[in-house]
């Protein structure tokens, strides 16, 4: 059998994406490093809707699969991990002969006749997808200045973007409660939490802006984007590093990247907002509006 070319690709493109974020440390400038980022979102996440969700889960299944299997002997059983039928649940075949299992399941419950879940999965992923670059967008061109009209505007198209993304995982999340395999109610509600964190942000974001207050709709923006990234690519890369350390029981490592990517991107999110108001000298105490801020993905 051969490589999945696919799957090495994206080995490939995290170490050139961990290089760039390198790179934008040392200079200060994270323009490549988002960008890249935002790209690679896109490029995992069409591939569910190109190629359908059993496809875009095998693929998925397989970046894990390495390190996964990386010192596990053949033949031995561990609590994490599971087998499926003819390694169909990944794109290495039967190369690995044991999976994550929150990934088998994951494989199974959208290979199984579900046309309601599948479909709530593509809307999730659509619109998902839709906010994480739109919110860069009103980053870039903020509410202030020439600007002003089309950053509001487009706020509120992707508010709506975003509920309906919100939605759709949320529906899903309400499954998860009958899937050992992701840790029963713990995922039902960690997913709920994770829901919570992003809309709730989104929400703070909108009420401030609705007030005047643009200094607080910045701070909520920068909050929100956060979550956002927390629970897209903290997510994948905790549970990268976590899983294969944690195959000896059952659901643990995906818990922790469900329970804590969102506010853990949040936190980071806020450091980072607080290290820039630093050194451009912000003033610390709102001013009810007075000042012009950065809003993301709020409806003004």
Known sequence: MMFPIGVIAVYVALVAWLVLLVLGIRSRRYGWAIGFGIALMLVLNVRYLVEGAPAGIAFFIGIYDVLNNLGLAPGVQVAGMTGCVDGQCSVWGE?????????????????????????LLYGHLFFNSLVFVLMHVQMLRTGSGPHRRAHKVLGRVNFLFLTLSVGCAVWLASEHGAVPQYGGRLAEFGFYSMAAFVYGTAIMGVFAIRSGDRLQHRIWMWR?????????????????????????????????????????????????????????????????????????????
């Open 95 to 119: 190369r690995f002969a044991m999976h994550t299992s929150w990934g088998v399941a994951f494989y199974e419950r959208f290979v199984a006749d579900a046309p309601l879940r599948s479909l």
């Open 224 to 300: 929100f984007v956060g979550t956002m990234w927390g629970s897209f690519w903290l997510f994948r890369v905790m549970l990268f590093v976590l899983d294969p350390l944690l195959r000896d029981h059952e659901a643990v490592a995906l818990l922790i990247c469900i329970w804590f990517s969102a506010p853990l991107g949040m936190l980071i999110a806020e450091i980072i907002r607080r290290r820039i108001d630093a050194s451009e000298r912000m003033p610390v105490v709102a001013t009810n509006g007075n000042r012009q801020g950065h809003g993301i993905a709020g409806a003004g």
